[in-house]
């Protein structure tokens, strides 16, 4: 099993900056993709980033691209997403997924790992 653990959220206003981090414990490697996700209240969860460490190949939802900035070191099976020029949308729990494969899937069914989620409050 793999236990993935979020740090980082809080209260930032717009155009502010914040950081994310996800450790990876367990079986930790079998795992080749992590990324993020985000739910807001009363909308569906959606894709934010992702990195693989074949490559380091990274994929960004259109919202946050040029904004977030994902990145990790698989040696300490860890993960990060630096956020900035945060918005009042970006407000949401942001959770660390991670997965044997190693495709840059946007898709929630394509993670088999989640963790708890941290929230993001961006304050206008």
């Known amino acids: 099993q793999v236990q993935l653990v979020e740090s980082g959220g809080g209260l930032v206003q717009a155009g502010g900056s914040l950081r994310l981090s996800c450790a990876a414990s367990?079986?930790?490697?079998?795992?080749?993709?992590m990324a993020w996700f985000r739910q807001a209240p009363g909308k569906e969860r959606e894709f934010v980033a992702s990195?693989?460490?074949?490559?380091?190949?990274?994929n960004y939802a259109d919202s946050v691209k040029g904004r977030f900035t994902i990145s990790g070191d698989n040696s300490k099976n860890t993960v990060t997403l630096q956020m900035t020029s945060l918005k009042s949308e970006d407000t949401a729990a942001y959770y660390c997924?991670?997965?044997?494969?190693?495709?840059?899937?946007?898709?929630?069914?394509?993670?088999?790992?989640w963790g708890q989620g941290t929230q993001v409050t961006v304050s206008s």
């Open positions: 367990g079986r930790t490697p079998s795992l080749n993709t």
């Open positions: 997924v991670a997965d044997q494969s190693f495709v840059l899937s946007t898709r929630i069914a394509a993670y088999g790992y």
């Open positions: 990195i693989n460490w074949s490559g380091r190949s990274t």
